[in-house]
């Protein structure tokens, strides 16, 4: 009779480990366009954006930048809003901040490139 009600209560707990272990949510991986996107930022963007949250270097952070960019601009989803951020930088400046972005994205940056830089950005929420 012990034996089966150790064998209950060793059942039972062993069953509320797993069920408290499966609502865990596994970490995404990262795919291949992201990985690269945060290649391109580390070389292009990294000098001048954080990705930490209330962290100036020259430009505005870029952590939550997803986010800010579903309403930046009404009628504009975040991929529309960050694509022209990159591409034409003085059609978003962010108040508080001067003009000082590079204009030559569109011309530097491959289009596999400044798909990835889109990618990754889409990533930061």
């Known amino acids: 009779m012990k034996f089966q009600v150790l064998f209950m209560v060793l059942t039972a707990g062993s069953l509320a480990a797993c069920s408290a272990l499966s609502t865990v949510q596994p970490t ?14 580390v070389a292009h963007c990294a000098g001048c954006h954080a990705l930490e949250p209330n962290t100036t270097v020259i430009g505005p952070s870029l952590a939550g930048v997803a986010t800010r960019a579903e309403t930046r601009v009404q009628g ?17 400046v962010v108040d508080g901040y001067k003009d000082v972005m590079p204009k030559n994205f569109a011309k530097d940056l491959s289009s596999d490139d400044f798909n990835a830089i889109v990618a990754f950005l889409l990533t930061q929420k």
């Open 28 to 41: 995404p991986t990262p795919n291949a366009l992201v990985i690269q996107g945060r290649q391109v930022y």
């Open 76 to 92: 504009e989803d975040a991929q529309t809003y960050i694509e022209t951020s990159v591409l034409n930088p003085s059609a978003y």
